[in-house]
């Protein structure tokens, strides 16, 4: 996965054996790249407990001080080297991480400290899996230049109890040193998968997922998938707030819970078909990153104008029938007028 902001340009992956996290960085808008950076390796903890068996969950850059942020999910150290490491994916991924590391310097070398943002095992009898694809990040904007924003973890995970899968939300506020304690995001009752985020000014994220009333999703079960969108304007309050609305239906769709193909149908049903305002002023439609469909993302909804809330809080739709693109308003902000994009 790419970031791109102001000619910089960030990229983070993850090799299919030892399964380390690596960065590599441009200050030429891509033209060219510095050297890979191994980021586990510059933290030893963070290495011990990934070992052999990452899953890459996004990279994000802070629009005013340009530190670099990219995150990941894995076991730990027995589970991951006695169940086949990332061969296998069996493991139950309950550990959330997050590296930092300021800019990329002018050899494009980033520098790297690890911090766990979360542990979902510490403290319950049963195995929590953060592994309904994907975790996911973001980065608000203070609109101070050199005034670092708030990071936000968002992730799936069976915390209340084994087989009830939730969308789980925690924020930082000292380039993730530190981290809140997860709050639940949606309100429904089901198994929630595939979060994804985007973070607009001081406390606004807005999030998208499936859903299914289903807690065991299966062929069999012919389980109805749905996406949901919501947003918080409150995210750095100790106890914020969600709204959540669910996309509209003009078809109905049956879906395999492990169909990431059908997934996507979902989500460019609800996405690219009709045109969603979202307050905070970025975008869901990076929701769909895995799939390569949506080449540039702006978070300054160059593609989907914001979404208004009502001041009930409930969000509104404009049910118009046009495609992702078209007819889409710049939303200006102070930033010299260049855009921070996603691949």
Known sequence: MFWFRRKRLSGSYHDFSASQINVTASNDGGQTFGPSVDVLAQNGMAETQSFCNTVPSGIEVDPETGEVYVKWITADPVA???QGCNITQIESFHQVWIAHSP??????????DAHLVFDGNIGRTWQTNTDRIFATLAVDDSQ?????????????DNLVAPGVNDIWFTRSSDRGNSWA??????????????????????????FIWLSTPDLSPSDAALSPWTAIFGQTTNGTSGTPSFSQTRAPRTRSCTLAASA???SFAVFQAAIATWRIRFLSQSIVAAALPWFGR?????????HISPMDVSSQGNLLWRER????????????????GEDQMRY
């Open 294 to 302: 949506i080449k540039a993302v702006s978070s300054m909804a160059r």
């Open 181 to 206: 304690r997860p709050v639940k995001v949606n309100h429904d009752k089901g198994t929630h998968f595939f979060p994804w985020i985007a973070a607009g000014t001081t406390g606004r994220v807005d």
């Open 144 to 156: 101070l230049a050199g005034v670092p924003g708030n990071i936000y973890s968002v992730f799936t």
């Open 103 to 112: 800019p990329a310097n002018a050899n494009t070398l980033t520098v790297w």
């Open 80 to 82: 991951n080297t006695t």
């Open 260 to 262: 990431p193909t059908a």
């Open 321 to 336: 029938n046009v495609t992702l693109a078209a007819k889409a308003r710049p939303v200006l902000r102070p930033n010299n």
